[in-house]
């Protein structure tokens, strides 16, 4: 599954994307695993209420599934217009 | 309706001009355009980061929400990522319709959902270094008026 | 603040273009344009009437209230009388300001106003004959809003 | 006094402006002798919720005093924008 991260997400994990092979059926335990690797996605993911995630593009939350998902991405509340 | 996501500058004149012309069923075209503010202690440079492979998918939803909410004739979005300078136009919306209330709650409504639904994220430099614009707790306020009619 | 009276057209676009430009302490623009729409049967002209000593001093004065109620940057209102045909832009208002709410809402509280109570008066000749457009319920309606906040 | 005319009532009275010398107090003794004058003035001001006047180029009311106005214009309901 690829996993994508962005604007400060991104600049704490230190990569823009990496493939990540997981057995998580939800979100927040793909998060869980990520946090146990190493300090930096510690960082990243330390308060998950300041995070928004999507699940193949769509914006979704921590409990959603990742059955079958393709591509899974972190970033902080967005800022256009 | 048209999405446009790009670096490059729009021109707001020809745009909105292109959008508005000839249009005999049209009574009502509302157009918004959001420019770069300058800040304190100035402004080096606004750099706009977006999710490439969301951010056309999600501008097109929220139009095509507007359109099914509101009687409109044509939807035009255009969002600029990349790096501008204060003043420079980062996007713009326009709305067609028969009457002037549906062309302005449809552009409010675009307004509202592309600031805290549309994948873009905005890091300012100025002379007191570098930082991610924070979302507005207004600006997530917002969009409960469409959520929760009055 | 810019309030034009005028017979002969505008252009939208360099019009636009002028007023967004540049405005680096401005983020949000908004534009109204009314454009003469078509009717059943076809439009074959519209005549719009005003009242040449007052119009100017009661758009000056909308837009006036306006800058008092919301703040803004600028005010651009350009509206038309003479001849028109289906299609042809009758009027823009613009607004800028530092937030889009402010520039919204104001461009809206502008179009009421214009809407009731701007001296001009349209007569639309078709097909059928030529007849005065008469006022709407829901544009004077419209106007209590600003003077009954929720 | 300069009394003027639009649209509508502007074409029922056949002009858009005359002088007319008047002790009327209000506007709405002004519109009662006109109406006395002629069928055309009958005919433009037999419903006055349908009419609107403005005193000296701002808006007012029927009950307005006509103290010292030099202006004084009938029309219907505005239909700008």
Known sequence: ?81 | MRISVQEAPFDLGKETQAFAEGRKDMGAIVTFTGVVRDVEGGLAQMEIEHYPGMTQKALEAIASEATERWSLGDVLVIHRYGRLQAGEMIMMVATASRHRKDAFEAAEFLMDYLKSRAPFWKKETTGAGTGWVAARDEDEDALDRWTNPA
């Open chain 1, 1 to 81: 599954m690829d996993v994508l991260y962005f604007a400060w997400v991104r600049e704490r994990i230190g990569i823009p994307k990496e493939k990540v092979t997981t057995e998580a059926a939800t979100v927040a335990e793909l998060v869980a695993e990520l946090k146990a690797r190493e300090d930096r996605y510690e960082a990243a993911f330390s308060d998950l209420s300041a995070l928004r995630v999507a699940v193949d593009q769509e914006l979704t939350d921590f409990d959603a599934p990742l059955a079958g998902a393709r591509e899974v991405a972190f970033f902080p509340p967005m800022t256009g217009g």
